[in-house]
Nanobody
Framework: QLQPVESGGGLVQPGGSLRLSCAAS????????IGWFRQAPGKEREGVSS????????YYADSVKGRFTISRDDAKNTVYLQMNNLKPEDTAVYYC?????????????????WGQGTQVTVSS
């Protein structure tokens, strides 16, 4: 079963930082487009950031540009989402997703494999 696994969520104060990790067993993330999505209560799931396979082109939603950074560590078979200057509106369950394509994609319907999610709460 191909399933990404997220970790790194938690409670952080406004202005703080967290680093989310997306790991995989049984498949190599290097060959997959990886996306980070989030879903707040009562809202639709939205794309936050993604990274393409091969040339590692990145995408960021306007709401996180300049604050979030996506990266890969192929040796660890892990994709990270570094989140800085967190705001209360970043509070959500964050999901990692994978798709077997070299294209840069960021819409939920474009991804085939989803993790279970990790909670991020930004509050004082």
């Amino acid at each position: 079963q191909l399933q990404p696994v997220e970790s790194g969520g938690g409670l952080v104060q406004p202005g703080g930082s967290l680093r989310l990790s997306c790991a995989a067993s049984g498949f190599t993330l290097t060959y997959y487009a990886i996306g980070w999505f989030r879903q707040a209560p009562g809202k639709e799931r939205e794309g936050v950031s993604s990274i393409s396979a091969g040339n590692n082109i990145t995408y960021y939603a306007d709401s996180v540009k300049g604050r979030f950074t996506i990266s890969r560590d192929d040796a660890k078979n892990t994709v990270y989402l570094q989140m800085n200057n967190l705001k209360p509106e970043d509070t959500a369950v964050y999901y990692c997703a994978a798709a077997a394509t070299e294209a840069l994609i960021w819409r939920t319907y474009e991804y085939d494999y989803w993790g279970q999610g990790t909670q991020v709460t930004v509050s004082s």
